[in-house]
């Protein structure tokens, strides 16, 4: 019973020190996360308008020509930037933008495909998969910088432009709320050239010249607000994670401090009793 006791106390101690650092995690994760979704509402709002901009501005030119705009027929296969997370502790995560991943590639049913991992985890699952993982970005957790953001610009814009792929493709972890994390696989180039509407507008200098100025801008806007929005998803993911796994500790600490009090009660009692026995037979 003693023996007992004691290792009913040693799993409280221990339960006790795991809910510590979930605690902190948590509220690391929480100041991240408040950072981050800022600029990330800002930074959406931003590239929606241009997003909005450029769609009017190609619907109103008659024979756009821009290489970002090439449609081609796929024969050279795509390639497919892959954010996700540096470390763990974050949920189903990776797992869910892994699979969604998967699944696009199933259905593209494409053989020629190139990954650019921005994680640890993604990027070693699609190697030990044996795909060609051109570049992996490591050592993020979850930081944004302008620097990242372009570098990824100019590595998805070289390989399109250069002829390598036909079409590039960005799979991430979109932020809806916290606690739904959807994710998405977005196409990022070519961009469709849209002739739904005319708008007529009066643009100064030339259009092309306005074109030509205005997509890396748009492309560059994009890419930050998805690094921004795939950030902020992985911070909410792990603040949801460890806040679950503080409240299971909480509970699990109830259950052990319960059986403590239960295995001192019967020691208590079996001492009483045996008291109790030992008196009665001193009478006798």
Same mark, same amino acid.
């Given at each position: !019973?003693?023996?007992?006791?004691?290792?009913?106390?040693?799993?409280?101690?221990?339960?006790?020190?795991?809910?510590? $650092?979930?605690?902190?995690?948590?509220? =690391?994760? +929480?100041?991240?996360?408040?950072?981050?979704?800022?600029?990330?509402?800002?930074?959406?709002?931003?590239?929606?308008?241009?997003?909005?901009?450029?769609?009017?501005?190609?619907?109103? /030119?008659?024979?756009?020509?821009?290489?970002?705009?090439?449609?081609?027929?796929?024969? &050279?296969?795509?390639?497919?930037? $892959?954010?996700?997370?540096?470390?763990?502790?974050?949920?189903?995560?990776?797992?869910?933008?892994?699979?969604?991943?998967?699944?696009?590639?199933?259905?593209?049913?494409?053989?020629?495909?190139?990954?650019?991992? $921005?994680? &640890?985890?993604?990027?070693?699952?699609?190697?030990?998969?044996?795909? %060609?993982?051109?570049?992996?970005?490591?050592?993020?957790?979850?930081?944004?910088?302008?620097?990242?953001?372009? %570098?990824?610009?100019?590595?998805?814009?070289?390989?399109?432009?250069?002829?390598? =792929? %036909? @079409?590039?493709? /960005?799979?991430?972890?979109?932020?809806?709320?916290?606690?739904?994390?959807?994710?998405?696989?977005? &196409?990022? #180039?070519?961009?469709?050239?849209?002739?739904?509407?005319?708008?007529?507008?009066?643009?100064?200098?030339?259009?092309?010249?306005?074109?030509?100025?205005?997509?890396?801008?748009?492309?560059? +806007?994009?890419?930050?607000?998805?690094?921004?929005? *795939?950030?902020? *998803?992985?911070?909410?993911?792990?603040?949801?994670? !460890?806040? $679950?796994?503080?409240?299971?500790?909480?509970?699990?600490?109830?259950?052990?401090?319960?059986?403590?009090?239960?295995?001192?009660?019967?020691?208590?009692?079996?001492?009483? #009793? @045996?008291?109790? #026995?030992?008196?009665?037979?001193?009478?006798?």
């Amino acid at each position: !019973m003693i023996q007992n006791l004691r290792q009913i106390k040693s799993r409280i101690k221990s339960v006790e020190s795991t809910r510590k $650092i979930t605690r902190a995690m948590e509220m =690391v994760s +929480a100041a991240k996360l408040s950072r981050v979704r800022g600029a990330f509402y800002a930074s959406r709002h931003y590239s929606t308008n241009m997003e909005s901009i450029l769609k009017r501005l190609l619907s109103d /030119i008659k024979n756009a020509s821009s290489p970002y705009l090439e449609n081609r027929d796929g024969s &050279k296969g795509m390639a497919i930037c $892959i954010i996700a997370s540096d470390a763990g502790l974050c949920g189903t995560y990776n797992n869910n933008i892994i699979r969604a991943t998967e699944n696009f590639i199933n259905i593209r049913n494409q053989k020629n495909i190139k990954i650019i991992a $921005i994680g &640890k985890e993604v990027s070693a699952y699609f190697k030990n998969k044996g795909y %060609d993982v051109a570049r992996s970005h490591l050592g993020l957790y979850g930081r944004h910088s302008t620097k990242i953001v372009d %570098d990824l610009v100019d590595e998805l814009t070289d390989i399109f432009l250069s002829g390598t =792929v %036909d @079409e590039v493709h /960005i799979a991430y972890t979109h932020f809806s709320s916290n606690l739904r994390h959807i994710p998405v696989v977005e &196409k990022f #180039l070519n961009i469709p050239y849209l002739t739904e509407q005319k708008n007529y507008y009066i643009l100064e200098p030339d259009a092309q010249v306005i074109l030509d100025h205005m997509v890396p801008r748009y492309l560059s +806007a994009k890419m930050n607000t998805i690094v921004l929005d *795939a950030f902020t *998803a992985e911070h909410s993911a792990r603040m949801l994670a !460890m806040k $679950i796994a503080t409240d299971n500790a909480e509970e699990l600490i109830d259950t052990l401090t319960l059986q403590r009090n239960k295995a001192r009660q019967a020691a208590i009692t079996k001492e009483v #009793l @045996e008291i109790a #026995l030992s008196a009665e037979a001193l009478k006798d």
